[in-house]
């Protein structure tokens, strides 16, 4: 079968697209009469190339902003829930690949870094998931050999795709430009989707008897990555990053995990979260628990988190309001930034304009060695 996201799918919906259209307005002629006959062709014609035409559309949009990656994702056959496997902790974490990264200084790792594609397990929650691990150059540098990193973990929308923060998002060279500029720290970026249980939006909970997504990200994960990379320990070097889900999941991983972010950055995100047809239920139907994952409820109720937020927004997206809601609700220690643009919305266009202004306030709310701040 056709992968849903190849060219040679879309290149199919197209021609018959094509073909389609050209066959109505030949036929159109022919179907100008007044019997039922004609009446039920040009109604066929015209539905039939409407429908081609916007499965060739979906096809296309779907591949560039990585809705569903496959038949079975989009369908939502992609089979129950995972089955926990217990591994050793050297099993935790996997390097299945390697892709190089092209700058104006070249290609060479020690130069524009390098991006690996990982498979990380997590012994505290059982999860699973792949994802991509940008290092910068410093870390193949000699006078780095024994240097530890920051690490910036990066999550994706809902649904979303990992591959697209490389490709369309452009993490890696945007965080690559912020070094080189001296705006932030050489730090390890993680790449990944929030969603790791088929394809169920689990908005990064704990759900009662069910997937633990935040103890994947905030347990799990950073002990696994510290099994293969030269990764800061300190909560203080870590940040979470993320769009829409992504972001969401970011700023709640710092508030309720401080110990494990100390930072953390959210584009266009929403700031609660409630049971709908991706999610399932959430919260095994209890409203405190529903009430601890509302952002806007613990900034005001909860003992204030020694994290510092960015939140980024724009005058006419649908999270405004809200994000002024966060402003009025946090307190010290919790320190809280806003990037506000005049227009935007939620879109790949309007993060690109908030990554390398929300780099450089990272740059300056990671704790890191001193050798890594004159580099």
Same mark, same amino acid.
């Given at each position: ?7 040679? #799918? ?35 014609? $015209?539905?039939?190339?409407?429908? #081609? ?23 939502? +056959? ?25 700058? +104006? ?8 870094? #390098? ?11 059982? #999860? ?11 870390? $193949? ?9 920051? @690490? ?8 979303? %795709?990992?591959?697209?923060?490389? %490709? ?18 050489? %730090?390890?970026?993680? @790449?990944?989707?929030?969603? &790791? ?7 990064? @909970? ?34 979470? @990053? ?56 613990? &900034? ?35 320190? &809280? ?39």
């Amino acid at each position: 079968m056709l992968a849903l996201t190849g060219t040679p #799918l879309q290149i199919i919906a197209c021609v018959l697209a094509l073909l389609a259209f050209v066959a109505t307005i030949w036929l159109w002629p022919k179907l100008s009469g007044k019997g039922w006959k004609a009446l039920l062709g040009r109604l066929g014609a $015209f539905f039939g190339t409407q429908v #081609l035409v916007l499965v060739a559309m979906g096809l296309i949009a779907n591949s560039y902003f990585g809705f569903y990656t496959s038949w079975t994702d989009l369908l939502g +056959t992609a089979g129950g829930p995972g089955t926990v496997v217990d591994h050793k902790p050297s099993n935790a974490l996997s390097v299945t690949g390697e892709q190089k990264v092209y700058s +104006t200084q070249g290609s060479a790792p020690e130069r524009s870094g #390098l991006i690996q594609k990982i498979n990380l397990t997590g012994a505290q929650s059982g #999860l699973s998931t792949s994802g991509y691990v940008y290092l910068p150059p410093q870390y $193949f540098q000699a006078g780095y050999a024994k240097q530890q990193f920051p @690490m910036a973990l990066v999550l994706t929308g809902y649904p979303g %795709t990992a591959e697209k923060l490389i %490709t369309l998002m452009q993490w890696p060279t945007t965080t690559l430009q912020a070094i080189q500029d001296k705006k932030l720290p050489p %730090t390890v970026l993680v @790449m990944m989707r929030p969603t &790791l249980v088929s394809n169920r939006d689990t908005e990064c @909970m704990d759900v009662p008897h069910g997937p633990q997504v935040e103890t994947f990200f905030t347990e799990d994960l950073p002990k696994a990555l510290a099994t293969g990379y030269r990764i800061l320990p300190a909560a203080s070097a870590h940040a979470a @990053m993320g769009d829409s889900t992504g972001g969401y999941c970011a700023l709640k991983f710092a508030l309720r995990k401080p110990d494990a972010y100390g930072a953390a950055v959210a584009l266009s995100a929403d700031y609660s979260v409630s049971n709908d047809p991706t999610t399932g239920d959430l919260f095994g139907g209890s409203a405190q628990l529903k009430q601890e994952n509302d952002l806007v409820w613990r &900034l005001r109720n909860a003992p204030a988190a020694p994290v510092s937020l960015l939140l980024a927004t724009s005058y006419n997206e649908d999270n405004y309001k809200a994000t002024q809601e966060m402003v009025g609700a946090f307190k010290a220690p919790t320190k &809280l930034s806003t990037i506000t643009l005049n227009s935007g919305g939620h879109n790949f266009h309007t993060w690109s304009r908030e990554i390398p202004p929300a780099l450089e306030w990272l740059g300056h709310q990671l704790s890191v060695p001193a050798a890594l701040t004159a580099s």
